[in-house]
């Protein structure tokens, strides 16, 4: 059974920092790009950030270039997401997403469940 388990969201103040991880499991982690989505309150999807399969390839929406940082394990089959300097808009659910093609910007293969980030003071 193929799983994606996102972790580490919370509430953090303005200015504060998070890392999100994704562990993978029930299919080879290490030949997918990975991409991190996220959806705001009352808006539709927004893809983040991604990664190709060996980590040498990331790219970033520009509302978070510099800020926010992907990076991946493929020993452990982690993904993972920095999130630092945050601010109000980036309130969302972020999810965690896999897919054989490189960098794809939408209809993955498997998706996790979510992980609640809220920025607020």
């Known amino acids: 059974e193929v799983q994606l388990v996102e972790s580490g969201g919370g509430l953090v103040q303005p200015g504060g920092s998070l890392r999100l991880s994704c562990v993978g499991s029930?299919?080879?982690?290490?030949?997918?790009?990975m991409t991190w989505v996220r959806q705001a309150p009352g808006k539709g999807l927004e893809w983040v950030s991604a990664i190709g399969a060996s980590g040498g390839i990331t790219d970033y929406v520009n509302s978070v270039v510099g800020r926010f940082a992907i990076s991946r394990d493929n020993a452990k089959n982690i993904l993972y997401l920095e999130l630092n300097n945050l601010k109000p808009e980036d309130t969302a659910v972020y999810y965690c997403?896999?897919?054989?093609?490189?960098?794809?910007?939408?209809?993955?293969?498997?998706w996790g469940q979510g992980t609640q980030v809220t920025v607020s003071s």
């Open positions: 029930g299919f080879t982690f290490s030949s997918y790009s």
């Open positions: 997403a896999a897919d054989e093609r490189l960098l794809p910007r939408n209809d993955y293969v498997y």
